[in-house]
């Protein structure tokens, strides 16, 4: 079982399987369970976004390179190929690649060096949303009953 500390370079697929789980009516602790991350890990994440999921739960569309075409992209690199050879063996415009490498490169050490896991945790960083979902953020529209009352200690208030 992995620990809640440091987050894994790639939790968006992980993450969407905690909410496939979750919408299949499992508990936050089993559907961590069933899809590899620790417990507290899964009910941080059902936490942080109120119970709702924080992306669609459809499979990617393809339009944003995936971390296995990152990889790739890095090792060509290493391998001094050029930008169109690089979108041409992995049919993506060359403007892609070009702005892929522009964007998410490591700039540790005053160069400019594109590592596959520094560009995919930048690349989710900018696809966050700013703000949090409405369930997380306001108090009113959580645990409440039927009529609006808030439910504590056994007993309607």
């Known amino acids: 079982m992995l620990s809640p500390g440091r987050p894994q370079i790639n939790q968006r697929p992980a993450k969407r399987a905690f909410w496939q789980c979750i919408a299949e009516?499992?508990?936050?602790e089993d559907?961590?369970?069933?899809?590899?991350?620790s417990q507290p890990l899964g009910t941080r994440w059902f936490r942080e976004a109120g119970g709702m999921p924080p992306m669609t739960l459809a499979p990617p569309s393809g339009r944003y390179l995936s971390f296995p075409e990152r990889e790739e992209v890095a090792l060509l690199r290493a391998q001094q190929c050029g930008v169109r050879e690089i979108a041409r063996r992995l049919g993506r415009?060359?403007?892609?690649?070009?702005?892929e490498l522009r964007r998410n490169a490591a700039t540790r050490g005053g160069t400019?060096?594109?590592?596959?896991?520094v560009a995919q945790w930048k690349a989710e960083r900018a696809a966050q949303r700013p703000k949090l979902?409405?369930?997380?953020?306001n108090n009113r529209l959580q645990c409440r009953g039927r009529s609006g009352r808030q439910w504590q200690t056994n007993r309607w208030t």
């Open 25 to 28: 009516g499992l508990q936050s």
């Open 31 to 37: 559907a961590a369970r069933a899809c590899g991350v």
């Open 93 to 99: 415009s060359p403007s892609t690649i070009s702005r």
């Open 112 to 117: 400019l060096q594109y590592r596959a896991t």
């Open 133 to 137: 979902a409405k369930l997380a953020q």
